[in-house]
């Protein structure tokens, strides 16, 4: 398999759920990202990881929890979500974080 | 903070070209991408400009000005599968952690008609 990949595609919890994405990447990059697109709103960044160390929290709810334990598996923890932070949460990775930034095809969350 | 300003949507004919602007007021700016991302898909790369002036890339095309803040895509010979929203996205360096990210501007959603 090739590129970015996430899993699972949908997710449905509810709010004291514990859940976690996972995405991987069969590109040989260095640097990992996690987004979250809301309609209407700009992708934004949530985490990125360089060299397996995280580099940037864009101000994210402890909530969500980033696990990068190589650099080719990124995680993302979720637990007591609230109904607004469902959305489409995205990966992507780059072979730094200087290059263009490849994406997975999205975990598409509900929180009920 | 970063702004970045884009329209919201665009309407073009096939086999015409359309320009889509981008201005951005950033600090730490260190260049700027243009993705292509398709209703229920991710974004895909379409072009970067790291200095002054235009990139070509088939029939894609971006344009950047530093001074001014400001770049713009350039679609030429539309087709219908060209419909989608185009994300500006400003890379800045990160501060603390070391290293850059991109920071999106919201899109254009471009419909292309017949």
């Known amino acids: 398999e090739t590129g970015v990949t996430q899993t699972p595609r949908h997710l449905v919890m509810g709010m004291t759920n514990k859940k976690s994405l996972k995405c991987e990447q069969h590109?040989?990059?260095?640097?990992m990202y996690w987004y979250k697109q809301s309609a209407k709103k700009p992708l934004e960044l949530m985490f990125v990881?360089?060299?397996?160390?995280?580099?940037e929290n864009n101000s994210v709810p402890s909530r969500f929890s980033p696990e990068c334990p190589n650099s080719s598996h990124l995680f993302l923890h979720l637990h007591t979500l609230q109904p607004e932070d469902s959305a489409l949460y995205l990966c992507?990775?780059?072979?730094?974080?200087?290059?263009?930034?490849?994406f997975g095809p999205g975990t598409r969350l509900t929180v009920t | 903070g970063q702004n970045i300003d884009q329209p919201t949507e665009m309407t073009a004919t096939e086999g015409a070209i359309v320009q889509i602007n981008c201005t951005y007021q950033?600090?730490?700016?260190?260049?700027l991408f243009w993705y292509q991302q398709h209703a229920g898909e991710a974004p895909t790369f379409l072009s970067y400009?790291?200095?002054?002036g235009l990139e070509e890339k088939g029939r894609f095309s971006s344009f950047l000005s530093r001074s001014k803040g400001y770049s713009y895509l350039l679609l030429k010979e539309l087709q219908m599968k060209d419909s989608a929203s185009y994300l500006c996205?400003?890379?800045?360096?990160?501060?603390?952690?070391?290293?850059?990210?991109?920071?999106f501007g919201t899109g254009t959603q471009l419909k292309v008609e017949l």
């Open positions: 992507a990775s780059s072979q730094t974080t200087f290059h263009e930034q490849y």
């Open positions: 590109l040989g990059h260095n640097a």
């Open positions: 990881y360089s060299l397996e160390e995280r580099v």
């Open positions: 950033t600090s730490g700016f260190n260049g």
């Open positions: 400009n790291v200095l002054d």
């Open positions: 996205a400003v890379r800045v360096n990160i501060l603390t952690g070391g290293g850059n990210k991109l920071t």
